[in-house]
Nanobody, 121 residues
Framework: QVQLVESGGGLVQAGGSLRLSCAASGRTGMGWFRQAPGKEREFVAAISASGGSTSHADSVKGRFTISRDNAKNTVYLQMNSLKPEDTAVYYC??????????????????WGQGTQVTVSS
């Protein structure tokens, strides 16, 4: 069982930055997803258990960066140049296997409670 605790959401103006954190109780592949009002949850970024492999959605490439500190069992999502369309609830997720990473919701077994990110124009 992997427990996830997210933090770092909030309100920011367009062009600003936020860093989301997700503290995990185990070491496994991790991902960030987001869900905007009235929309389906979508993939944002993923990172392998070692941190050696990452993937980012096209919509956030060059603006968001996923990373991890395995000494702290924490995964981060650094979000720069935020846009109003980035407004969503952001979810941290953990895989049930220490191998690989996934861009799909079905690749994750454990989910955080979500943290709200609101970007004002």
């Amino acid at each position: 069982q992997v427990q996830l605790v997210e933090s770092g959401g909030g309100l920011v103006q367009a062009g600003g930055s936020l860093r989301l954190s997700c503290a995990a109780s185990g070491r496994t592949g991790m991902g960030w997803f987001r869900q905007a009002p009235g929309k389906e949850r979508e993939f944002v970024a993923a990172i392998s258990a070692s941190g050696g492999s990452t993937s980012h959605a096209d919509s956030v490439k060059g603006r968001f960066t996923i990373s991890r500190d395995n000494a702290k069992n924490t995964v981060y999502l650094q979000m720069n140049s935020l846009k109003p369309e980035d407004t969503a609830v952001y979810y941290c997720a953990a895989r049930g296997t220490p191998f690989g990473l996934s861009l799909r919701e079905t690749g994750y077994e454990y989910w955080g409670q979500g943290t709200q990110v609101t970007v004002s124009s």
